[in-house]
């Protein structure tokens, strides 16, 4: 489980936390915070909520981890470096090469 709060700029804790398929724990300042509630894969909070945070923890057990598991598993097959090139070369990478020719 990985604890990610008052970080800026690249949000690295929380890409980590999706390379290495490991459960987050947010608050919502951050802008992939958004992307943990869409997936569910982790809690988000506004601020560090200790109790919101102690509930989580004490209602995990194997049916919740392996649900958020694929929670996680769903972002890193939609998040991949092939579906970011998709998305900025819809007709291939080869179509813009007449940009740069």
């Known amino acids: 489980m990985r604890f990610c709060y008052g970080e800026y ?9 999706i390379q290495h398929t490991t459960l987050l724990v947010i608050n919502d300042e951050l802008g992939t915070a958004q992307i943990v509630e869409r997936y569910i894969y982790g809690l988000v909070t506004r601020g560090v909520d200790f109790e ?7 209602g995990m057990d194997e049916g919740k981890y ?18 970011h090139v998709k998305r ?4 291939g990478p080869l179509a813009m090469l007449w940009v740069w020719g």
């Open 52 to 58: 919101r945070i102690r509930e989580f923890l004490r």
């Open 66 to 83: 392996v649900e958020l598991q694929e929670g996680l598993r769903k972002v890193q097959r939609e998040y991949t470096w092939e579906n």
């Open 9 to 17: 700029g690249l949000a690295t804790a929380t890409v980590e936390g």
């Open 88 to 91: 900025l070369f819809p007709r």
